[in-house]
């Protein structure tokens, strides 16, 4: 009678798994800012990065504009010309908002990228980056506003407002 009280209390845990997703949005002109945010989510679901960024962010008191298929800005990031440099050697830089999943930089909108929720964790990063053509042609994309040289950074955090 005992293991029978055990499997009625222990069983329906065992069926419904969980997974956590950590987000965390760098912000790349005030590292003390950065948002980070963990949610349990129940494996039942079918859960999009895109989901799991807007929920926690449209709760929080961090300035975004965009939704579950992409980021526009976060933290009053510059849209539009704002957010293009162009340097003396013909090199543009077209920054955005870049996202991975787990390290890995998905090659489709946040909306489509679906989280495994069957392991313990999954970490979504945003990242402000850019895209850099060099006399016409690209040659980089989503490399981190942090890593470009420092007048670069400079003016693009100038931007922000």
Partial sequence: MNNLFLFIIIYPFILVQAGTVQLIIENPCEAKKTF?????????????????????LSKSNVSYIGDESGMNSIY???????????????????????????????????NETKLDLTIPLNTILWWFGSAISKNGEWIEYCKALSTQPNKIRKEMCSRFK
């Fill in 36 to 56: 980070k945010s963990n949610i349990i989510y129940n494996d039942n679901l079918e859960l999009s990065a895109g989901i799991a960024t807007f929920d926690p």
């Fill in 76 to 110: 009053h990031s510059p849209i539009g010309k704002e957010a293009i440099y162009q340097d003396k050697k013909n090199t543009v830089y077209a920054f955005g908002w870049c996202y991975s999943v787990n390290n890995i930089a998905p090659d489709m909108m946040p």
